[in-house]
């Protein structure tokens, strides 16, 4: 009786963990919920990211990047951003998650 009470109990052990293990967690990804119902307002009037005393535009274009793939490096108006783990300092590009491995691109204006 014992055994079989301990073989329950460890077999739904198991279970409930791979079935946790497979749910992926919708608050440990990069947009969080209100992000995940569309971008920021500010973004799509193309208002500018103020990072490192510079302004960041964002661009009309997304690139595909998986999420190993960027590094956090600071947060705007409540938005995450990103820059590319390959990328050093001067960044070449700012990133703010769209949607599943796609990244809305920001660059700092050129002056004339």
């Not at 055994?3 to 608050?27: K, Q």
């Not at 590094?71 to 590319?84: I, Q, T």
Request: with cysteine.
């Amino acid at each position: 009786m014992k055994l079989t009470r301990l073989l329950l109990v460890f077999s739904l052990g198991v279970v409930s963990g791979l079935v946790m293990g497979c749910e992926t967690p919708v608050a440990g990804r990069h947009g969080p919920a209100a992000i995940a119902a569309g971008e920021a307002v500010w973004i799509r009037d193309g208002e500018p990211i103020e990072f490192e005393k510079e302004k960041w535009f964002p661009q009309d274009g997304v690139e595909t990047l998986l999420d190993n793939e960027v590094y956090l490096v600071g947060r705007y108006r409540g938005v995450p951003f990103y820059v590319e783990k390959i990328d050093v300092r001067p960044y070449d590009r700012l990133y703010t998650y769209f949607g599943e491995h796609q990244y809305r691109y920001f660059e700092k204006r050129k002056q004339p």
